[in-house]
């Protein structure tokens, strides 16, 4: 196989280090709150590790997307449209306020498939978070690489974990903005631009407007589901359905035991299902 084949890449492993800083603490909570689950003193806010670790690549290494070309720990894109896919949380212990966090990244898996809107690429990363005081996090990321934009209608997507349960409470509603997408881009340090720049958004990449970042979905969700348990689950399994859409009303909706199904949704439908595990 070619050097450049994204199996290649299968076991290849990459160690980054940050800080969860004050700083960066304040802006998550400037931006996600009212959003956070309470946490105890000195802690750091359920879903702020995202903000850690961005890739900073120099401008003249970004594609016409706002993506780095070529990120150090995902194989060489095999095609152009990038996104979040889903993954899984085991939330073994807090992060801490100014912990010196590392985190070490092995690509487990690739896969290619023909999905609903043609071929897509799933590259699976396993990440370990760890403090001096050891494990913190372990999660599972899918990577999904698409094909170009297609003029055609593509078809509804499956619903997923979340989906089934209409009934869910919403304990949540957020009303998207481009200043909240802005805020949340510039912590987590990503330009992909979908997320800010309305033009390309709808007529390169064929979205109804902004997108809502995945992650950011990910960490209502996160916080939803603590809040309703009263503490921070110890696995979360999730996945994106389809996109949300800035301008729309995103409702977070959850078990009210906090446990079992939770999703978000919008008058256009669900966005981001998951489930909590154990």
């Given at each position: ?5 994204p ?39 359920l ?10 690549e ?21 095609l ?10 085991d ?15 092995v ?9 609903r ?32 934009v297609?003029?055609?209608p ?30 949340y ?5 990503v ?59 995103l ?12 999703h ?15």
């Open positions: 196989m070619a050097e450049t084949d199996h290649d890449w299968i076991g290849r492993e990459f160690m980054s280090e940050d800080m969860m800083t004050e700083r960066l603490v304040d802006s998550f909570r400037a931006t996600m709150d009212p959003y956070l689950a309470p946490i105890k003193a000195g802690e750091a806010p879903g702020s590790h995202w903000c850690l670790f961005p890739t900073r120099p401008m003249a290494g970004l594609g016409a997307d706002g993506h780095p070309a070529q990120y150090p720990y995902l194989p060489p894109p095999p152009p449209r990038r996104m979040w896919g889903g993954g899984q949380l939330l073994i212990a807090p992060l801490q306020v100014g912990d010196r966090v590392t985190r070490k990244t690509i487990s898996d690739v896969k290619q498939k023909t999905g809107s043609g071929d897509l690429w799933i590259v699976t990363l396993e990440h370990d978070y760890k403090t001096k005081r050891g494990t913190a996090i372990h999660e599972r990321q899918d990577v999904v690489y698409r094909d170009p297609s003029a055609k593509q078809p509804a997507a499956k619903p997923g974990l979340g989906a089934e349960r209409p009934d869910l409470p919403v304990l949540w509603e957020i009303a998207t903005s481009p200043a909240l997408l802005f805020r881009s510039a912590i987590i340090f330009s992909h631009r979908i997320h800010y720049d309305l033009p390309y958004a709808t007529k390169v990449e064929g979205y109804d407007g902004l997108v809502v970042h995945g992650p950011l979905q990910a960490t209502l969700l996160l916080n939803a589901v603590a809040k309703r348990c009263g503490r921070a689950h110890g696995r979360i399994s999730y996945r994106g359905v389809s996109p949300a859409i800035c301008g729309d009303t409702s977070v909706c959850v078990d009210p035991s906090g446990e079992g199904d939770f978000t949704r919008s008058a256009r439908g669900i966005h981001m299902t998951g489930s909590t595990e154990g």
